[in-house]
T-cell receptor, first 119, second 114 residues
Framework: AQKITQTQPGMFVQEKEAVTLDCTYD???????LFWYKQPSSGEMIFLIYQGSYDQQNATEGRYSLNFQKARKSANLVISASQLGDSAMYFC????????????????FGAGTRLAVHP | EAGVTQFPSHSVIEKGQTVTLRCDPI?????LYWYRRVMGKEIKFLLHFVKESKQDESGMPNNRFLAERTGGTYSTLKVQPAELEDSGVYFC????????????FGSGTQLSVL
């Protein structure tokens, strides 16, 4: 069964330090996509980064990178040089299938990790 | 460019009443999704529209929930009659068919059923 596990309900990090948010997934489909979303206190879910299961390189978007370890079925989010504005809930999600198409349109979400950045 | 807009942002109703949530997707986005997060649990898929057609409503919990997308623009999600367990945050998301990665979410509607 498809499942996303985020084992860290809460994380603390000092401003300007790097932090890793854990995400493991379970799927029997060899083709899938992995997503990270940020939800600040305003409530909006903000897309951060995407990794396809066949992508050779780890995805990076500015200060965000995704540490993709396919054999271990993990897709950890690394935030470098944390800023106070990074304090938020972070959700890992998975879509089976390489593309949004046909029956492959659902995202499966983890429970989320609340990150607090301290000055 | 305006993002995905949802209203109301909060709704408090009594059990048995009817509530209608609205979602305005990003202009031009033909795919529209509803998700919800109940009682601090995982965010769960409810249904998916392509234009005005329902493509997948496998996540709708029961027949008290009715989603529509008239004209393929905005969408409404009606809960009638509301029950206590319907309380949660209802998210709408949209995507253009040519986009594979980004699903744009709104800020959600916090629904409280008392």
């Amino acid at each position: 069964a498809q499942k996303i596990t985020q084992t860290q309900p809460g994380m603390f990090v000092q401003e300007k330090e790097a932090v890793t948010l854990d995400c493991t997934y379970d799927t029997s489909d060899p083709s899938y996509g992995l997503f990270w979303y940020k939800q600040p206190s305003s409530g909006e879910m903000i897309f951060l980064i995407y990794q396809g299961s066949y992508d050779q390189q780890n995805a990076t978007e500015g200060r965000y990178s995704l540490n993709f370890q396919k054999a271990r079925k993990s897709a950890n989010l690394v935030i470098s040089a944390s800023q106070l504005g990074d304090s938020a809930m972070y959700f890992c999600a998975m879509r089976e299938g390489l593309m949004f198409s046909g029956g492959y349109n659902k995202l499966i979400f983890g429970a989320g990790t609340r990150l607090a950045v301290h000055p | 460019e305006a993002g995905v807009t949802q209203f109301p942002s909060h709704s408090v109703i009594e059990k048995g009443q009817t509530v209608t949530l609205r979602c305005d997707p990003i202009s031009g986005h033909d795919n529209l999704y509803w998700y919800r997060r109940v009682m601090g649990k995982e965010i769960k898929f409810l249904l998916h529209f392509v234009k005005e057609s329902k493509q997948d409503e496998s996540g709708m919990p029961n027949n008290r929930f009715l989603a529509e997308r008239t004209g393929g623009t905005y969408s409404t999600l009606k809960v009638q009659p509301a029950e206590l367990e319907d309380s949660g945050v209802y998210f709408c998301a949209s995507r253009h068919s040519q986009t594979n990665e980004k699903l744009f979410f709104g800020s959600g509607t916090q629904l409280s059923v008392l």
